[in-house]
């Protein structure tokens, strides 16, 4: 090769850059190290903003939002000076715990262990509601993101406070705050994950609140109905390991009969009584909503939910209506 030609300068196409990429090569070369910054933003970003949306909702107010957390502190007060295997609670006197003995929230009790060495009870309830709130907004975001759903990040803000009514049940020091979302984990667990990952989550479901059990249920039977209709293939491993970690949570407890006993009456047995002209009340919470409740409580969200699927029915036309973009070669 002369000189003169090696002096010559390389002739590159006009979409070429100096290295000789193309717009498309260098876009498709950085779309995984953007991909892998976005994921790692979420990955720290989330817990980060859950426990400050948390912190939010506890310290933000002069009042606990409700006396059931001082209760099931005192629970696991009674556990530390009494020994783990206690069953008796004999000062319910209006509750039919103090007749059976059973503690259908055990695990959860023991949980709230830690926060019993905090001197003033306030404080114990608003550590650890933010805990559990702030526990409850993650296991929903790491739900979705098993599921692959799009926006992760957003849908456990709009499920857990997206309304006056659902706000104040998850910053609740109640069993309620984990076994609202458990079953939500349940479903990419029974999809595809390893059979012990769901028997995990039954014990885990049962061990903290056991009388609301048919939850898990539910959502098995309706996963084996659909795969069945799809596939005319019956999923039976993940369900079975489920089921024996239900019930190895339902008997790790003190008194596991008297456990059953009050999720009984719990479930069906104040219905059945009050049909039958007894005496036993069920709690207002587990009334069903009326008009007025739906439309004060759900307003917000209803709202927030219709503009969303307006936006998006915008953007699906818009996207219809524009031209294909020519092929380059």
């Known amino acids: 090769m002369s000189d003169r030609e090696?002096?010559?300068?390389?002739?590159?196409?006009?979409?070429?850059?100096?290295?000789?990429?193309?717009?498309?090569?260098?876009?498709?070369?950085?779309?995984?190290?953007?991909?892998?910054?976005?994921?790692?933003?979420?990955?720290?970003?989330?817990?980060?903003?859950?426990?400050?949306?948390?912190?939010?909702?506890?310290?933000?107010?002069?009042?606990?939002?409700?006396?059931?957390?001082?209760?099931?502190?005192?629970?696991?007060?009674?556990?530390?000076?009494?020994?783990?295997?206690?069953?008796?609670?004999?000062?319910?006197?209006?509750?039919?715990?103090?007749?059976?003995?059973?503690?259908?929230?055990?695990?959860?009790?023991?949980?709230?262990?830690?926060?019993?060495?905090?001197?003033?009870?306030?404080?114990?309830?608003?550590?650890?509601?933010?805990?559990?709130?702030?526990?409850?907004?993650?296991?929903?975001?790491?739900?979705?993101?098993?599921?692959?759903?799009?926006?992760?990040?957003?849908?456990p803000f709009l499920i857990a406070l997206g309304s006056t009514?659902?706000?104040?049940?998850?910053?609740?020091?109640?069993?309620?705050?984990?076994?609202?979302?458990?079953?939500?984990?349940?479903?990419?667990?029974?999809?595809?994950?390893?059979?012990?990952?769901?028997?995990?989550?039954?014990?885990c479901f049962t061990w903290i609140h056991f009388n609301v059990f048919w939850m898990l249920l539910v959502v098995a039977a309706a996963l084996m109905l659909v795969r069945w209709l799809t596939t005319r293939r019956l999923e039976w491993r993940r369900p079975l390991a489920m089921l024996g970690g239900m019930v190895a949570g339902w008997l790790l407890r003190p008194d596991p009969l008297g456990a059953a006993w009050l999720a009984y009456l719990q479930t069906f047995g104040a219905k059945l009584a009050k049909a039958r002209g007894g005496s036993i009340e069920a709690s207002g919470e587990m009334l069903p909503m009326g008009f007025q409740d739906v439309r004060s409580y759900l307003l917000v969200l209803v709202l927030v939910w219709s503009v969303g699927v307006l936006l998006w029915m915008v953007g699906r036309t818009w996207r219809r209506e524009q031209p294909p973009e020519p092929q380059r070669t």
């Open 6 to 155: 090696s002096r010559t300068p390389a002739i590159r196409s006009p979409q070429e850059d100096e290295r000789g990429q193309t717009p498309l090569r260098a876009t498709q070369a950085q779309a995984p190290r953007a991909s892998a910054r976005r994921r790692w933003a979420e990955l720290i970003g989330f817990p980060l903003v859950a426990v400050s949306a948390a912190l939010w909702l506890h310290l933000g107010t002069a009042k606990v939002y409700d006396f059931d957390g001082l209760w099931h502190l005192a629970q696991a007060r009674a556990y530390v000076s009494r020994g783990l295997w206690y069953g008796e609670f004999p000062w319910l006197v209006a509750s039919a715990a103090g007749q059976t003995g059973g503690d259908d929230w055990y695990g959860f009790h023991l949980l709230l262990i830690p926060f019993t060495l905090i001197p003033d009870p306030e404080w114990q309830v608003r550590i650890a509601g933010i805990c559990l709130t702030a526990s409850a907004l993650l296991i929903l975001w790491w739900a979705l993101r098993l599921m692959q759903v799009q926006a992760a990040w957003l849908w």
């Open 165 to 203: 009514a659902a706000a104040p049940r998850y910053a609740m020091v109640r069993p309620q705050t984990l076994s609202n979302v458990l079953p939500l984990l349940a479903l990419p667990l029974l999809l595809r994950g390893a059979p012990w990952k769901a028997a995990l989550l039954g014990f």
